[in-house]
């Protein structure tokens, strides 16, 4: 099955405790993007790649960190998070310019 | 940047009629899309229209674009319950990747 697989769906965290949400595709997809979405602000790019090793910084990329070693996954990195980080987290890929596949989501709290 | 702006904000309508949903966006795009988001979850890719096609079809969706007022409309026929959901605008474009409005919330009553 087509998919994109976000890990993990919540998680709970002190602030400064480095994690990373992982993102993985199996539809070899080229495009892949992070998004935070928060109440009234919409979904906000944070990183995206357009293919492997071409990372681009969104909207707000601030304390956040992304690798594309393979085109498969695409982690999301928090190396201090901090409670302002506290949102909703979705992964999307998608081939060329066409229509995203999204995750299920990571619901993230930093304490 | 945040390139697709919803408007209205929210919207609510009787089961039956139409509902309408506005997006405008300030640079030259490639295409754009329409996504439905049932709360909290995954968004849901609904249509994609491409910058030279003025209208699409799918379903009891209907899109229309205007790329001379950088402006889209998402019209929903006959509204059902299970379409109340909030639906989101997203546009490609030069190298910004594909950035998303900040969404209409829509309501069918019943």
């Known amino acids: 099955e087509a998919q994109v697989t976000q890990n993990p769906r919540y998680l709970i965290t002190v602030t400064g405790k480095k994690l990373t949400v992982t993102c993985s595709q199996n539809?070899?997809?080229?495009?892949m993007s992070w998004y935070r979405q928060d109440p009234g602000l919409g979904l906000r790019q944070i990183y995206y790649s357009m293919n492997v090793e071409v990372t681009d910084k969104g909207d707000v990329p601030e304390g956040y960190k992304v690798s594309r070693k393979e085109k498969r996954n695409f982690p999301l990195i928090l190396e201090s998070p901090s409670p302002n980080q506290t949102s909703l987290y979705f992964c999307?890929?998608?081939?060329?310019?066409?229509?995203?596949?999204f995750g299920n989501g990571t619901r993230l709290t930093v304490t | 940047s945040q390139q697709g702006e919803e408007d209205p904000q929210a919207l609510s309508i009787q089961e039956g009629e139409n509902a309408t949903m506005n997006c405008s966006y300030k640079t030259s795009i490639n295409n754009l899309q329409w996504y439905r988001q049932n709360s909290g979850r995954g968004l849901v890719h609904l249509i994609l229209?491409?910058?030279?096609?003025r209208e699409k079809h799918s379903g009891r969706l209907r899109v229309t674009l205007d790329t001379s007022k950088k402006s889209s409309s998402l019209l929903i026929t006959a509204s059902r319950a299970a379409d109340t959901a909030s639906y989101f605008c997203?546009?490609?474009?030069?190298?910004?990747?594909?950035?998303f409005g900040k969404g209409t919330h829509l309501i069918i009553q019943p």
């Open positions: 997203a546009t490609w474009g030069g190298a910004d990747g594909l950035t």
């Open positions: 229209i491409r910058s030279n096609e």
């Open positions: 539809m070899n997809h080229e495009y």
């Open positions: 999307a890929s998608s081939l060329g310019w066409g229509s995203l596949h």
